[in-house]
Antibody
């Protein structure tokens, strides 16, 4: 069965960087895009960008373009989200989600807390 | 401020039919980009309900249906059940932003 398993919660200081991983199983990793979506406490869903695991091509929402990097390790069937220059407003649950136009499988979410 | 506008909250009694709206613009729904709907129980990852405007995801009961018209989309839930109490989000693509966009979400309460 398709599974996306994410890394555990993180606590970071303002200005630091964070890496969240998303390990895929149950399907051919390189056949489906991986998207990243975040949700601040009590707020809605916010799309951050996408990555094609086959080519490594990416596309980022303009809001995050200068701070985000999405990569992958095809041998490990794992996608990564790197977010730099963290600020308190980046405190959120970060989800990876499979798909191009729609997201049919989601990771369990990773809470990133940014606090001094 | 979300690009796709949803009512913040709605409610209905068990057995009733409710319709959640998602209002977009000429750069997203109005341009023909397809709409998806997700259900989220607080504290749990979203679940795909409807994709490509009106197709039900695997395992989704036929009480759920999607439709689009012009610059808007809607999710209808018939025969409301207690387990339908959740947050619902619409999602599409926006050509002006060159990316996926979500609605602000609608909290559905089953009375």
């Amino acid at each position: 069965q398709v599974q996306l398993v994410q890394s555990g919660a993180e606590v970071k200081r303002p200005g630091a960087s964070v890496r969240v991983s998303c390990k895929a199983s149950g399907y051919t990793f390189t056949n489906q895009d991986i998207n990243w979506v975040r949700q601040a406490p009590g707020q809605g869903l916010e799309w951050m960008g996408w990555m094609n695991p086959n080519s490594g091509n990416t596309g980022y929402a303009s809001k995050f373009r200068d701070r985000v990097t999405m990569t992958r390790d095809t041998s490990m069937t794992t996608a990564y989200l790197d977010l730099s220059s963290l600020r308190s407003e980046d405190t959120a649950v970060y989800y990876c989600a499979r798909g191009l136009h729609y997201f049919d499988f989601w990771g369990q979410g990773t809470l990133v807390t940014v606090s001094s | 401020q979300s690009v796709l506008t949803q009512p913040p909250s709605m409610s209905g009694a068990p057995g009733q039919r409710v319709t959640i709206s998602c209002t977009g613009q000429s750069s997203n729904i109005g341009a023909g980009y397809e709409v998806q709907w997700y259900q989220q129980i607080p504290g749990i990852a979203p679940k795909l309900l409807i994709y490509e405007n009106k197709k039900r995801a695997s395992g989704v009961p036929d009480r759920f249906s999607g439709a689009t018209s012009g610059t808007s989309a809607s999710l209808a839930i018939a025969g409301l059940q207690a387990e339908d109490e959740a947050d619902y989000y619409c999602q599409s693509f926006d050509s002006s932003l060159s990316g996926r966009v979500f609605g602000g979400g609608t909290k559905l309460t089953v009375l």
